[in-house]
């Protein structure tokens, strides 16, 4: 990843649930100056040998993936951010990203996103 971040390094180190160590990196082209609606919401699943493609899930599972990987101070969600939560979920595509090389990842979203 440092290839197409190189500021990565300074990005905070942050622990989940599953006590695995992990960097949200964003580039700044990336975010806009107000926020948008989300289009889409894509799970990954990184697999040696793995084809990249894209296949459908239901918007349950799609909640259940987000919830799981979720992290709350207290470690609950308010109701105002569940409501959110599912507002989105719900109006986005969902998705499962399955891939072994990164670049094919990429490739595959963006002709898939457009």
Not at 45 to 64: M, N, Q, T, V, Y
């Amino acid at each position: 990843m440092a290839e197409r971040y190189p500021d990565l390094d300074a990005v905070p180190v942050c622990r989940r649930p599953d006590r695995r160590r992990v960097r949200f990196a964003v580039p700044s082209e990336v975010v806009p100056s107000s926020p948008i609606p989300i289009g889409y919401a894509i799970q990954l699943r990184r697999g040696r040998d793995a084809k990249a493609c894209l296949e459908p899930i239901d918007p349950a599972s799609a909640l259940r993936v987000l919830l799981n990987g979720a992290f709350a101070p207290g470690r609950e969600l308010s109701g105002s951010a569940f409501d959110t939560l599912t507002e989105v979920i719900g109006s986005a595509g969902t998705y499962c990203l399955n891939y072994s090389k990164l670049d094919d990842a990429v490739e595959l979203i963006t002709k898939a996103c457009r």
